[in-house]
């Protein structure tokens, strides 16, 4: 189908707990933009995919879903010189989202899949699995728990994005470069959006820290915020067990080698 919008969209993905939310606001920060966090019932108007789970593909999106959703993001942004939305779920989405805005520009942020695991524990290491759904997730619910079913849906969402990801043109960003030098990822960012740094985007990245002490936490996150670690980088080695440590590095190595993670 012709892509008959003529509005600018970035699309911001990644596995949930990854950084998407501050990336997102980073990225808001700009006055040039129009952002919106999680447009859920836009983009599930394509319905649930392999087992309930968030997996679309191209076939999802109909001539009639493509109209409604490039419909909605030409109402949404029209102020702005671009349109600007973050959804984890998207990573498990990539050609439905690209059948609908094939000029799309796709921002993938990825974090340390051990960190990641704990951060999803209140999310989908419960009772309850409420964050990004692969095509596994009703196995991995009945066959693990805690860090690990968290650990191991990282695992299939990273390999299912990467392979969607694998020959189309995006950006992609760890989330300890934004934490470590926030400005110098915003300055990358940009550049790539085709958009100029503006000052307020200086003086956000400012507010970003390694250090959860700081008064800064992502719009909506407090939901899923645990206060058992001091650092967001690296959080893992304090709030994994000596053989959660074991059993999660294991399972996650050639994934962790693959993003430039160190092995321990």
């Known amino acids: ?10 699309l911001v993905v990644g596995c949930a707990r990854s950084g998407t939310s501050i990336l997102g606001e980073l990225i808001a920060s700009h006055p040039e933009v129009i952002y919106v966090f999680e447009a859920v019932t836009v983009w599930e108007r394509g319905g649930m995919g392999e087992n309930e789970s968030h997996r679309l593909t191209a076939a999802h999106a109909t001539p009639d ?4 959703i490039r419909g909605w993001a030409e109402t949404t942004g029209r102020e702005a010189l671009m349109l600007v939305e973050k959804s984890p779920r998207n990573i498990l989405r990539v050609p439905y989202v690209l059948e609908i805005f094939p ?4 921002i993938h942020i990825v974090r340390d899949g051990r960190d990641v695991a ?3 524990v209140p999310g989908c290491g419960r009772d309850e699995w409420s964050h990004l759904r692969p095509p596994s997730w009703k196995t991995f619910f009945d066959r693990y728990s805690g860090p ?8 299939e969402i990273m390999e299912i994005g ?11 960003i760890r989330y300890e470069d934004m934490i470590a030098s926030p400005e110098s990822v915003a300055q990358e960012i940009f550049d790539y959006m085709g958009l100029d740094m503006r000052s307020t985007v200086g003086d956000f990245c400012r507010r970003i820290s390694n250090d959860t002490a700081s008064p800064y936490h992502a719009s909506y996150q407090d939901h899923w ?3 058992d670690h001091e650092v967001r980088i690296g959080r893992w080695r304090k709030n994994l067990s000596a053989s959660e440590k074991r059993e999660i590095n294991t399972l996650l190595a050639p994934l962790l080698d693959h993003f430039g993670y160190p092995v321990e």
């Open 225 to 227: 915020y645990r206060n």
């Open 1 to 10: 189908m012709k892509n008959d919008t003529l509005m600018k969209v970035t």
């Open 65 to 68: 879903i493509t109209r409604q």
């Open 162 to 172: 990467l392979e969607d990801l694998a020959n189309v043109s995006h950006l992609q």
């Open 148 to 155: 690990t079913r968290c650990a191991i849906a990282w695992k």
């Open 103 to 106: 000029d799309a520009k796709i």
């Open 118 to 120: 704990c951060s999803m």
